[in-house]
């Protein structure tokens, strides 16, 4: 059993959760993800671990779907049944020169660890995030106390400038910034667009992929992906790829095995989708 | 044994074996003739005086009868259902002659039930606990778990690290529950408890805490008995579209996840109406049979050898056809092609024919020309094998492995290149059975006992 500290909306459907597991908290690194199961009867699901403090740690979710919105009936002071990593390779992160990194919905709150590492490792960082709306745009405070150079777009221009992030990064390409890499996380479309439009400027792009997974160590084979000719397993091999080798219409597909019976089971319940 | 019928059992995830009587146990311990030199136990990999706890059964005293196990097998409830008996025990049985071996799996299972169901024994059982060192064992599938118990009565503290949410490894997520009950491997697991075996779920040893870790914990030796986590796929096109999976992952989804009874559970599966399982092995027959109790209208298991040479138990290919699971034998899958949704459409297979003799002596499938033929399939359950789980051996790479990225070991003691660390099981070449990886979890309990004495 683990103790959840906190659980609180952090904006429309997204929510942030704090749990106790000194452990993990202890290894975990930027881009590493844990398993989490709530109780007896509920499923494994991944969540990319947003940040710790040594003995807790902070993951961000968006109710997509059952486990989803049972997260958000935990309180403080509950427990959730099963905690365990960290998985997956952490992100490595060296002195590059200039580093984009790219995050899109609660993909910025995955982002947050990764910018944060890149920039202590002395990187000159430039964040790019981007939401639908300004409710959406999380982790916002938390990215502009890194202390490097944040720029915000949103679909509809409530905050930030109107458009995608792809927009920006192009704008910054074009505009001669010298960029060593690109990481992106975020929706399936919205890391393969920014692949490709990094490909052509051959400018190293890594993106981390979200995949379905059943128990995140390499066992079940879910989580595959074609990366350039092989097929990965991004629980054991990721979950950060090349963005420029990933099969983005395969990840795309495969994330919508389950939909008619998460629909269904939404449905019985009463969550409505 | 009684069985239900396979028009009822296919509709449901119920034990398929029923199990012998009491009547029937003591009329089949009646035949049994006390070899001296009994065969059954030289065949037997953790060599269970079989004729001794035949013996006790032919006297009504089943508490002895499952001392005599015990003294051997910490899982006689899980051996009596899923041991290759007719390769071991009942292979080796002298009523061989007369085509009528001893049912000695059917007589294991009846007292190691017998015990489960008087719960009052297994408590009785104290924890052990009276050396100082600590032991850990990384795993806790049939090998793990062996070790762990034969060490907690030779007194060692034992830790066993396990990186699921429940103890059992291959035991839970693997095979199903129609035949081996999940609440039967949780009954053993909670035996080895009230032995002293602590269980740490949870916890994966080469992520949470890696092997150098446990040493500096104070742990003096570890077992790996990581497993054989890592599905093989055959690599040809289309086999990442939706409703392919791995056997590992049905099984998975299923076994350890009980999809079946989504959504009451959490999980789901998503298995459609007429399946394609490729491979000969009881993991073949375990998905195809899970398969058909998804709800599946046709299932037909694809292999390209004849059933001849197929890994499979003859029960299980047996129990698997009269379930209705259709055979197609000396065909090979070459292309699996999906809907605009990316989801299976068909197989396209090719016709074998078996030639000369291979490396491992079966007759060599080779391709007909011409022969290509589709399958109308939207399920495919890819069941040809794995590697060993690869999370704690990228970890430590200071450890010897051989080209198949199995943990190299000294077949004596199980002990690995690295002082103090033993592995067995599936992590390691040849134990592909769960008494062979329980006969490996024993050897290597003895090796670390004698490596502590001397040690200390």
Same mark, same amino acid.
């Given at each position: 059993?683990?103790? @959840?500290?906190?659980?609180? /909306?952090? +904006?429309? *459907?997204?929510?942030?959760? #704090? !749990?106790? %597991?000194?452990?993990?908290?202890?290894?975990?690194?930027?881009?590493?993800?844990?398993?989490?199961?709530?109780?007896?009867?509920?499923?494994?699901?991944?969540?990319?671990?947003?940040?710790?403090?040594?003995?807790?740690?902070?993951?961000?979710?968006?109710?997509?779907?059952?486990?989803?919105?049972?997260?958000?009936?935990?309180?403080?002071?509950?427990?959730?049944?099963?905690?365990?990593?960290?998985?997956?390779?952490?992100?490595?992160?060296?002195?590059?020169?200039?580093?984009?990194?790219?995050?899109?919905?609660?993909?910025?709150?995955?982002?947050?660890? @990764?910018?944060?590492?890149? /920039?202590? +490792?002395? *990187?000159?960082?430039?964040? #790019? !995030?981007? %939401?639908?709306?300004?409710?959406?745009?999380?982790?916002?405070?938390?990215?502009?106390?890194?202390?490097?150079?944040?720029?915000?777009?949103?679909?509809?221009?409530?905050?930030?400038?109107?458009?995608?992030?792809?927009?920006?990064?192009?704008?910054?390409?074009?505009?001669?910034?010298?960029?060593?890499?690109?990481?992106?996380?975020?929706?399936?479309?919205?890391?393969?667009?920014?692949?490709?439009?990094?490909?052509?400027?051959?400018?190293?792009?890594?993106?981390?992929?979200?995949?379905?997974?059943?128990?995140?160590?390499?066992?079940?084979?879910?989580?595959?992906?074609?990366?350039?000719?092989?097929?990965?397993?991004?629980?054991?091999?990721?979950?950060?790829?090349?963005?420029?080798?990933?099969?983005?219409?395969?990840?795309?597909?495969?994330?919508?095995?389950?939909?008619?019976?998460?629909?269904?089971?939404?449905?019985?319940?009463?969550?409505?989708? | 044994?009684?069985?239900?019928?396979?028009?009822?059992?296919?509709?449901?995830?119920?034990?398929?074996?029923?199990?012998?009587?009491?009547?029937?146990?003591?009329?089949?311990?009646?035949?049994?003739?006390?070899?001296?030199?009994?065969?059954?136990?030289?065949?037997?990999?953790?060599?269970?005086?079989?004729?001794?706890?035949?013996?006790?059964?032919?006297?009504?005293?089943?508490?002895?009868?499952?001392?005599?196990?015990?003294?051997?097998?910490?899982?006689?409830?899980?051996?009596?259902?899923?041991?290759?008996?007719?390769?071991?025990?009942?292979?080796?049985?002298?009523?061989?002659?007369?085509?009528?071996?001893?049912?000695?799996?059917?007589?294991?299972?009846?007292?190691?039930?017998?015990?489960?169901?008087?719960?009052?024994?297994?408590?009785?059982?104290?924890?052990?606990?009276?050396?100082?060192?600590?032991?850990?064992?990384?795993?806790?599938?049939?090998?793990?778990?062996?070790?762990?118990?034969?060490?907690?009565?030779?007194?060692?503290?034992?830790?066993?690290?396990?990186?699921?949410?429940?103890?059992?490894?291959?035991?839970?997520?693997?095979?199903?529950?129609?035949?081996?009950?999940?609440?039967?491997?949780?009954?053993?697991?909670?035996?080895?408890?009230?032995?002293?075996?602590?269980?740490?779920?949870?916890?994966?040893?080469?992520?949470?805490?890696?092997?150098?870790?446990?040493?500096?914990?104070?742990?003096?030796?570890?077992?790996?008995?990581?497993?054989?986590?890592?599905?093989?796929?055959?690599?040809?096109?289309?086999?990442?579209?939706?409703?392919?999976?791995?056997?590992?992952?049905?099984?998975?989804?299923?076994?350890?996840?009980?999809?079946?009874?989504?959504?009451?559970?959490?999980?789901?599966?998503?298995?459609?109406?007429?399946?394609?399982?490729?491979?000969?092995?009881?993991?073949?027959?375990?998905?195809?049979?899970?398969?058909?109790?998804?709800?599946?209208?046709?299932?037909?298991?694809?292999?390209?050898?004849?059933?001849?040479?197929?890994?499979?138990?003859?029960?299980?290919?047996?129990?698997?056809?009269?379930?209705?699971?259709?055979?197609?034998?000396?065909?090979?899958?070459?292309?699996?092609?999906?809907?605009?949704?990316?989801?299976?459409?068909?197989?396209?297979?090719?016709?074998?024919?078996?030639?000369?003799?291979?490396?491992?002596?079966?007759?060599?499938?080779?391709?007909?020309?011409?022969?290509?033929?589709?399958?109308?399939?939207?399920?495919?359950?890819?069941?040809?094998?794995?590697?060993?789980?690869?999370?704690?051996?990228?970890?430590?790479?200071?450890?010897?492995?051989?080209?198949?990225?199995?943990?190299?070991?000294?077949?004596?003691?199980?002990?690995?290149?690295?002082?103090?660390?033993?592995?067995?099981?599936?992590?390691?070449?040849?134990?592909?059975?769960?008494?062979?990886?329980?006969?490996?979890?024993?050897?290597?309990?003895?090796?670390?006992?004698?490596?502590?004495?001397?040690?200390?």
């Amino acid at each position: 059993m683990f103790d @959840v500290l906190r659980n609180e /909306k952090i +904006a429309p *459907n997204i929510f942030k959760m #704090i !749990i106790n %597991a000194p452990l993990l908290a202890a290894k975990a690194k930027a881009g590493q993800f844990m398993m989490i199961r709530i109780d007896d009867k509920g499923e494994r699901i991944p969540l990319t671990i947003a940040d710790t403090d040594g003995k807790n740690i902070t993951i961000v979710y968006q109710v997509a779907g059952v486990t989803t919105h049972r997260l958000t009936e935990k309180k403080a002071g509950e427990t959730v049944s099963d905690v365990v990593g960290p998985l997956g390779h952490a992100t490595d992160v060296r002195k590059i020169g200039t580093v984009c990194c790219v995050g899109g919905g609660v993909g910025i709150a995955e982002l947050y660890p @990764v910018a944060k590492a890149y /920039k202590s +490792a002395g *990187n000159d960082v430039i964040i #790019i !995030i981007g %939401a639908r709306n300004k409710e959406l745009l999380i982790f916002k405070k938390e990215l502009a106390d890194l202390g490097a150079q944040l720029l915000v777009a949103t679909d509809d221009g409530s905050d930030g400038e109107k458009g995608f992030v792809s927009g920006i990064l192009k704008r910054l390409i074009d505009s001669g910034r010298n960029i060593g890499l690109v990481y992106a996380v975020g929706p399936g479309v919205m890391m393969e667009v920014i692949s490709n439009l990094t490909k052509p400027y051959g400018i190293k792009t890594l993106v981390s992929l979200n995949t379905v997974l059943v128990d995140g160590t390499g066992m079940c084979g879910s989580c595959r992906i074609q990366v350039g000719n092989e097929t990965k397993f991004a629980c054991v091999d990721g979950p950060e790829f090349d963005g420029h080798l990933v099969n983005f219409k395969e990840l795309k597909a495969r994330q919508s095995l389950f939909k008619e019976q998460e629909k269904h089971a939404c449905k019985i319940r009463g969550i409505l989708q | 044994m009684k069985k239900q019928t396979p028009d009822e059992r296919k509709k449901n995830f119920n034990e398929v074996a029923f199990g012998l009587s009491e009547e029937e146990a003591l009329k089949e311990s009646s035949r049994c003739i006390s070899c001296k030199k009994a065969k059954c136990s030289m065949n037997c990999p953790v060599e269970i005086d079989i004729p001794g706890f035949i013996s006790a059964i032919k006297n009504k005293d089943f508490g002895k009868a499952i001392r005599i196990i015990k003294e051997k097998n910490n899982l006689p409830g899980v051996c009596g259902r899923v041991c290759p008996q007719e390769n071991q025990c009942e292979g080796a049985c002298i009523l061989n002659a007369k085509k009528a071996p001893i049912n000695i799996g059917g007589l294991e299972r009846f007292v190691a039930d017998w015990e489960l169901r008087n719960t009052a024994s297994a408590a009785n059982h104290r924890p052990l606990a009276s050396k100082q060192a600590k032991v850990a064992v990384i795993g806790s599938g049939p090998a793990g778990l062996t070790c762990a118990g034969d060490l907690a009565r030779m007194g060692y503290r034992v830790t066993v690290f396990e990186a699921l949410h429940v103890a059992g490894g291959v035991l839970m997520y693997g095979i199903p529950e129609f035949r081996l009950p999940k609440e039967i491997v949780q009954k053993e697991v909670r035996y080895l408890e009230s032995l002293g075996v602590e269980i740490k779920t949870n916890f994966i040893v080469g992520k949470t805490s890696l092997l150098k870790d446990l040493f500096e914990q104070g742990y003096k030796a570890v077992f790996a008995g990581t497993g054989a986590g890592l599905p093989s796929f055959m690599k040809i096109p289309g086999e990442n579209l939706n409703r392919v999976y791995s056997s590992n992952e049905l099984l998975t989804r299923v076994n350890l996840m009980k999809a079946y009874l989504f959504p009451e559970y959490d999980t789901p599966v998503n298995i459609g109406k007429k399946v394609a399982v490729i491979g000969g092995g009881n993991t073949a027959m375990d998905s195809a049979r899970v398969s058909l109790r998804l709800g599946a209208e046709k299932v037909y298991i694809v292999y390209r050898r004849t059933e001849n040479e197929m890994p499979a138990r003859k029960e299980e290919r047996e129990n698997a056809k009269e379930e209705g699971v259709e055979f197609r034998m000396l065909t090979l899958p070459v292309k699996i092609s999906g809907d605009e949704n990316g989801f299976v459409k068909s197989m396209e297979c090719v016709k074998m024919e078996l030639g000369e003799p291979d490396d491992s002596g079966r007759r060599r499938p080779v391709a007909i020309k011409g022969s290509e033929f589709t399958m109308d399939v939207d399920t495919v359950i890819v069941a040809v094998g794995q590697s060993p789980n690869p999370v704690f051996l990228k970890a430590t790479p200071e450890l010897a492995l051989d080209k198949w990225s199995k943990i190299i070991i000294d077949p004596k003691t199980q002990a690995s290149n690295i002082k103090g660390v033993y592995a067995g099981g599936d992590a390691t070449e040849g134990d592909d059975t769960v008494i062979a990886a329980m006969g490996a979890g024993k050897r290597a309990a003895k090796a670390i006992s004698e490596y502590l004495k001397n040690e200390n």
